[in-house]
Each structure stands twice: as structure tokens, then as C-alpha cells.
């Protein structure tokens, strides 16, 4: 398996929470509550995933490269907007990233939703990208969250007109 693949793959979820709790760890002292959280959500996503959703991930062989999910059945989301959740790349410069915004973006139009993503200050490269696909910084809060103070940033891309 190589190259950009839609739907489940075995060990999937394991991979996604691996690959985050690392960077998290490494980059920003993130420890097992951030692991815990990313696990169950993205199994809780897994167990129940609707054509609404759209799950991406990159792999050379069988080696995983990264991830970016939409999740148009959240309940927290406002009625017709998907959530972009667990976008990471384990290397950079390769562009996959943007290749899987794009694909991303592309399902989103489909539908004819407006998407939101929750992060935070400091990513600067991910922002970079959610700017260049059409999404803005539309809320920032200072709040302590997995044992760290950090700027909770709220981007929203409005549903495209055809």
C-alpha cells in the first residue's frame, strides 16, 4: 500500500495516535491525557463512520506517513459543517499535507458543507495550509490544556459556492 488511501486500514487508529503523541511529546510536552484523548476519539470516530465522513492516510509500503480526517457526523458541529480533525505528516516536504487538503477540500465541496478545525498558536506551517484552502482564524483563547498553557485557535472555511 503506498500513496494516498481513502477508508479503514488495519492498525490505523494505533498509527494516528502514535504519530500524534510522538510530535505531541516531542514538540510541545504533550503526555498520556493528550494520548488518551486522541485514542478514544479517533477509535469513537472509527466505530461509526458514515458516508458523511471522509478518512485520509499516507503510507509508503507499510509505513504510515500521515493522516487528515473529516468528520461531517460530529455532534458538536453546527448543522452542515464537518470538522477536519487529526491532520499530521510525519515527515515534511514531501507535500502530502496539501495533496490531502486538497482531497479533502474537494469531498467537503461535495457535500456542501463548511468545515471547521480546532488548534493551536505555534503551528505555523499547518495554518499556512488551512489559509491557502480558504479557512480563517475566527476565535483564539489562552486556556491550560494538557498540562500546558496554549492559544486555542478555531479556523472555519464557509461552505463553497458551486
Not at 34 to 40: G, N, Q, R, Y
Not at 58 to 84: K, T, Y
Not at 107 to 131: H, K, M, N
Not at 153 to 159: C, G, S, T, V
Request: charged share 20%; hydrophobic share 35%; proline share 4%.
Amino acid at each position: 500500500m503506498s500513496g494516498i488511501q481513502t477508508g479503514y486500514h488495519p492498525a490505523l487508529i494505533g498509527e494516528i495516535t502514535a504519530a500524534h503523541a510522538r510530535y505531541y511529546a516531542k514538540n510541545w510536552g504533550f503526555g498520556q491525557p493528550f494520548e488518551t484523548k486522541v485514542a478514544s476519539e479517533c477509535a469513537g470516530f472509527m466505530a461509526h463512520i458514515t458516508n458523511r465522513d471522509l478518512v485520509l492516510s499516507a503510507w509508503e509500503a507499510d509505513r504510515f506517513l500521515g493522516s487528515m480526517i473529516i468528520d461531517g457526523s460530529d455532534p458538536n458541529a453546527a448543522p452542515n459543517q464537518a470538522h477536519l480533525r487529526w491532520f499530521i505528516t510525519v515527515q515534511s516536504g514531501r507535500g502530502l499535507g496539501r495533496k490531502m487538503m486538497q482531497q479533502a477540500m474537494e469531498f467537503i465541496d461535495q457535500t456542501g458543507s463548511s468545515c471547521y478545525l480546532t488548534t493551536f498558536r505555534g503551528l505555523d506551517p499547518a495554518r499556512r495550509l488551512y489559509e491557502d484552502f480558504g479557512f480563517e482564524l475566527v476565535e483564539e483563547t489562552e486556556t491550560l490544556t494538557w498540562g500546558k498553557t496554549v492559544s486555542e485557535q478555531r479556523f472555519e472555511r464557509p461552505a463553497q459556492q458551486s
